[in-house]
């Protein structure tokens, strides 16, 4: 069974720095690609950010040259660097790992995610 364990969430002021983590264990096939989400009340899951296996990212206007996403393969764990954090970056943010299986088939597993708040 797959798990991803988020760390790293919490309460910040405006400007401030926050590193979000996600672990990913279990019986894992291929890591096609990584990526962080977040969901306002109401509103559907978004992309923040997401990288590839190969180490391709690609991220979110909103958030453009303030958050950096990063991994380390040996550790199957993926990062999310968040300076200079705003208010509206406040809501739940999730891990999602992209693999693929020796026959070609694609699976998705989200983590249960991380609250960030970004206080004014």
């Known amino acids: 069974q797959v798990q991803l364990v988020e760390s790293g969430g919490g309460l910040v002021q405006a400007g401030g720095s926050l590193r979000l983590s996600c672990a990913v264990s279990g019986r894992i096939s291929s890591i096609i690609r990584m990526g962080w989400y977040h969901q306002a009340p109401g509103k559907p899951r978004e992309l923040v950010a997401a990288?590839?296996?190969?180490?391709?990212?690609n991220y979110a206007d909103s958030v453009k040259g303030r958050f950096t996403i990063s991994r380390d393969n040996a550790k199957n764990t993926v990062y999310l660097e968040m300076n200079s954090l705003k208010p509206k970056d406040t809501t739940v943010y999730y891990c999602?790992?992209?693999?693929?299986?020796?026959?070609?088939?694609?699976?998705?597993?989200w983590g249960q995610g991380t609250q960030i708040t970004v206080s004014s």
């Open positions: 999602r790992m992209h693999e693929r299986d020796g026959l070609g088939y694609g699976y998705d597993y």
């Open positions: 990288i590839t296996s190969g180490g391709s990212a």
